[in-house]
Every structure is written in C-alpha cells, then in structure tokens.
C-alpha cells in the first residue's frame, strides 16, 4: 500500500494532553523605585563621569536620563540618574548649598561638581562627578535647573548658596573698604585750615 502523502488526508485523532502549571502566577509583582512620591523638576539626556584618584582619570558612569526630583512631602531636592536599559542608578544625592557647578576645561556642554555622599553605591561614597550634554543650550538648562534646586534646599535646610556666598564676601570687602576711604578723609580734614564760619577773622 502506498504512503498517503496529501497534507489535508484525515489522520489519526491526536490526544490533546494539557498539563496545569506548577505555580500559577497570578499576582503581578510591583517594582518600587522610591520615586514614586517625587514630582519630575527636570530630565535630561547626558552622559555621566567620576573622577578616579588612583588613576588620576575621568570613568564613564553611564548614560541615560538624569532628573531632578522634588519629594511632595518633604520638599527635598535631589538628582538622580539610572543607565540605560538596566536602569542601575550611576548618581544619587542631595543637591546641597556647597556644591558648585564649575565649567569643564575646553567644554561648554559640560559641568563638574564635588559631592559629600552619594547614595548610588553602598556605603555611600565621596565623589568628584562630571556631567556632559548634548550641547551648551542644554547645559545651560541644566545648571539652572541645579542651581533652582540648590536654592529651594538651601531654603528649607539653612545655609547660603555659592551664588549668595559670593554676595556676601562682595558686600563685607566693600565693608571693609569703606573705613579705609573714610580715614583718608578724615586725614584731608585734618590738613586743611580749620572753617570759621560765624566768627569772622579780626583785621588790622
């Protein structure tokens, strides 16, 4: 007898098995970032270093979005910014009345700062970060949005920022300078002769 090879050729009925799972996922598991109770101040794509000191070199950290976020209770300031894809936080720390974004050398899309603690890695660690934009519209962007966050936590912390620290110092060596011009006025007064206004001289 030939091999019927016609594909639509009725066959044998197959049993049709089922198998019942082992475990049963039913229940969605939630992922917490602990940020769901911050508002989004502000987000960015850039490019992310820390400077090492025992090769004495700037190492990539990651790249992705970095944010500025606002605690809706607290009212506290912080960035953050997680790598692309494994979103492994690379920056996390409180943006303090200490920190100062200084200009890269060459760059004009790029920021760096110091920072005390910085909560990415365990224990949190003491780190020199340097942040890269796009372009120098954005870097712009950036150190406005820092230096906003800055004032809201100096605000609610105590403490003076950069900017206002640098007012200050303005203000006292003005201070300072005043006393001085006031001495040497006071000097000039000295050598001229005396006013008799009211008391007119005698004459011969």
Same mark, same amino acid.
């Given at each position: 007898?030939? =091999?019927?090879?016609?594909?639509?050729?009725?066959? =044998? &009925?197959?049993?049709? /098995?089922?198998?019942?799972?082992?475990?049963?996922?039913?229940? *969605?598991? &939630?992922?917490?970032?602990?940020?769901?109770?911050?508002?989004?101040?502000?987000?960015? $794509?850039?490019?992310?270093?820390?400077?090492?000191?025992?090769?004495?070199?700037?190492?990539? $950290?990651?790249?992705?979005? /970095?944010?500025?976020?606002? !605690?809706?209770?607290?009212?506290?300031?912080?960035?953050?910014? $997680? $790598?692309?894809?494994?979103?492994? /936080?690379? #920056?996390? !720390?409180?943006?303090?009345?200490?920190?100062?974004? *200084?200009?890269?050398?060459?760059?004009?899309? @790029?920021? /760096?700062?110091?920072?005390?603690?910085?909560?990415?890695?365990?224990?949190?660690?003491?780190?020199?970060?340097?942040?890269?934009?796009?372009?120098?519209?954005? #870097?712009? %962007?950036?150190?406005?949005?820092? =230096? @906003?966050? %800055?004032?809201?936590?100096?605000?609610?912390?105590?403490?003076?920022?950069?900017?206002? *620290? +640098?007012?200050?110092?303005?203000?006292?060596?003005?201070? =300072?300078?005043?006393?001085? +011009?006031?001495?040497?006025?006071?000097?000039?007064?000295?050598? *001229?002769?005396?006013?008799?206004?009211?008391?007119?001289?005698?004459? &011969?």
């Amino acid at each position: 007898m030939s =091999e019927n090879t016609d594909a639509l050729a009725p066959r =044998e &009925e197959e049993p049709d /098995v089922h198998f019942e799972p082992v475990i049963k996922l039913t229940e *969605q598991v &939630e992922t917490k970032t602990m940020e769901e109770d911050e508002e989004v101040l502000f987000k960015m $794509r850039a490019k992310l270093f820390r400077f090492d000191s025992d090769s004495a070199e700037w190492k990539e $950290r990651g790249t992705g979005d /970095v944010r500025i976020l606002c !605690h809706k209770d607290t009212k506290k300031v912080r960035l953050v910014m $997680r $790598r692309d894809k494994t979103l492994k /936080v690379c #920056a996390n !720390h409180v943006i303090t009345s200490d920190m100062k974004l *200084q200009p890269n050398i060459g760059s004009d899309r @790029s920021w /760096v700062w110091k920072v005390a603690a910085d909560y990415s890695e365990t224990p949190p660690t003491s780190e020199t970060l340097a942040i890269r934009l796009a372009n120098a519209d954005n #870097a712009n %962007q950036f150190k406005t949005a820092f =230096e @906003s966050a %800055q004032a809201k936590n100096t605000k609610l912390l105590g403490g003076d920022t950069p900017a206002a *620290q +640098a007012a200050t110092e303005k203000e006292e060596k003005a201070e =300072e300078a005043e006393p001085e +011009a006031k001495d040497e006025k006071k000097n000039d007064a000295c050598s *001229q002769k005396p006013e008799t206004s009211g008391f007119p001289e005698k004459t &011969e």
